[in-house]
């Protein structure tokens, strides 16, 4: 049963930056994609960045391109997401979240095809 915890979220000034940290527990090996999603009170869940475990290959929303970048560290079983240039409306909480079995990275990730989530870590940029 694969665990994701994130950390790394804060409070920060416009134009700041911050970065994510997702380390899955129990299975990493088996998420072929692993993706940030970020959620805002009353507003549906999207998802911003994801990355191809197994050969590197990335996506990201056209809202966050140039300004996020997500990476991996196979060995310590953990994703970041690193922002840069926060805005107010980056203010979020993020999700760490993990796709079950061999698939392959879609343009867009399709939430429903994630199967494990982490709990959250709240983003807020005044």
């Known amino acids: 049963h694969v665990q994701l915890v994130e950390s790394g979220g804060g409070s920060v000034q416009a134009g700041g930056s911050l970065t994510l940290s997702c380390t899955a527990s129990?299975?990493?090996?088996?998420?072929?994609?692993m993706g940030w999603f970020r959620q805002t009170p009353g507003k549906e869940r999207e998802v911003i960045a994801a990355i191809y475990t197994g050969g590197g290959s990335t996506y990201y929303a056209d809202h966050v391109k140039g300004r996020f970048t997500i990476s991996q560290d196979k060995a310590k079983a953990t994703v970041f997401l690193q922002m840069m240039g926060l805005k107010p409306g980056d203010t979020a909480t993020y999700y760490c979240a993990g796709q079950g079995g061999p698939t392959g990275l879609a343009f867009p990730p399709e939430e429903a095809d994630f199967t494990y989530w982490g709990q959250g870590t709240q983003v807020t940029v005044s």
């Open positions: 129990g299975g990493h090996g088996s998420s072929n994609v």
